[in-house]
């Protein structure tokens, strides 16, 4: 495993029920494909569920957990919850708190609560001294300007998750400190306009992400996607850089180390047997 790529999943949904059938097979999956450090994601869940992600970093010391309220559930909020999170940020495997954001494609709450919870979780993200994990969709425009009133000061930065803005919103993004992640719609064929900014932004603000179990890469679209399948978008990026995929893949994880002060590159952790 040693000569694999040294790999890094800066976010995933290990706590969705997808995975209840083989969780641990698949965890092992993406060890046995290098993949060094995962972020798992513990917003989608809900309010209600706040520590979702946390299980999985306790029990394994190469996954890293996330705490906030995804702009789906803004409407959810409640007084009570914002405590939990800041309570929960406190604790030593929390590295980050997201997904928080803007998602105008759906609008399961709406966008005055949105704009609100977002702003709420930027304060308290601020107050814990947390990157923030960015979910914007078709809302870049007031998702920036948000950001640039209220967090720029903060020089705490965070992750653009799952990329779909315009070459400008990137760049805004950059200016706030933030890294940009592609997940895997980079391999689909008609995203030429996400392989077009992935070719132009700066090589140090790049990560990779599966967004598992979402958005399964080209030739497993429809599918179930999972951590080991993040070297389907270092291979692609790599592609667009014309670069090999080791030193992509080295990049980006120096990258993910460096938002968040964690230190270097790891052996494996041993393969335990599942559900050890």
């Known amino acids: 495993m040693n000569d694999l790529p040294e790999l890094i999943d800066s976010h995933a949904h290990l706590d969705f029920k997808d995975f209840d059938a083989d969780r641990a097979e698949m965890l092992e999956r993406a060890r046995q494909a290098g993949v060094r450090n995962i972020l798992a994601i513990g917003s989608a869940a809900g309010p209600d569920h706040l520590d979702a992600a946390l299980p999985f970093a306790r029990q394994h010391d190469w996954i890293y957990a996330s705490v906030g309220i995804h702009p789906h559930e803004a409407k959810l909020a409640e007084e009570q919850h914002f405590a939990s999170l800041s309570a929960l940020a406190q604790d030593a495997r929390v590295i980050a708190w997201g997904e928080i954001g803007l998602d105008y494609h759906y609008d399961h709450s709406p966008r005055d609560v949105q704009h609100s919870v977002f702003r709420r979780q930027l304060e308290l993200a601020c107050a814990a001294r947390k990157p923030v994990i960015i979910h914007c969709r078709e809302a870049w425009e007031d998702c920036l300007a948000i950001l640039e009133q209220d967090w720029r000061g903060t ?122």
């Open 155 to 276: 020089g705490l930065g965070g992750i653009l998750h799952c990329f779909g803005g315009t070459p400008d919103d990137g760049r805004r993004g950059l200016a706030l400190g933030f890294r940009i992640s592609f997940a895997a719609n980079i391999t689909y064929p008609k995203a030429q306009n996400l392989r077009d900014v992935a070719r132009d932004l700066p090589l140090d603000c790049l990560l990779i992400e599966t967004d598992s179990p979402f958005l399964a890469p080209q030739g497993r679209r429809g599918k179930r996607n999972e951590p080991s399948f993040v070297l389907e978008v270092a291979r692609t990026l790599a592609n667009v850089r014309n670069l090999p995929v080791e030193e992509i893949a080295s990049l980006t994880a120096a990258n993910f180390r460096g938002l968040f002060g964690l230190s270097g590159p790891k052996e494996l952790p041993a393969v335990q047997t599942p559900g050890g």
